[in-house]
């Protein structure tokens, strides 16, 4: 993939801050012609640096208020032990997050759920039944100071 310039960047930053403005308004604001404009999207979507475009939305208002942060430690770190559990991870709509990490915990989780109800299903599903989870740690959400999907460049 070819490196960004300053143009595709000052494209990006405008797009993270309002998806939905039109490829006009957008070519105006960077100084390109529609049509040059609309290729450099295109061209971004294309080599993946726009992976998607979405509406972001309030957890509390889809009926999932509970966030929960959750750490865990795999028993085997090899690939072929963790198959199983990646596939549940992605199979879940609760699981809005998942990441490996390096340090003292072996994975971190970012769950919005219903209830504490669909907690403890969702523990029993992903941790409790994995013979690779050694522990996991749980801190539900009291408060959001900050939550940006953007990335700043």
Known sequence: MAELD???MKILRLLQTDADIPN???AERIGLSPSACLRRVARLRENGVIRKTVAVIDPAFVGRPLTAV???EFHRHGNRYRQDFIAKVRDLAAVQQCYL???EVTGVLVLHMRDMAEYTALCETLFDADDNIVWYRTYIVTEVLKD???IYI
């Open 24 to 26: 006009a308004e957008l």
């Open 70 to 72: 959750i750490n865990l």
């Open 101 to 103: 990490v390096t340090g």
């Open 6 to 8: 300053q143009i595709d």
């Open 148 to 150: 940006e999907p953007c």
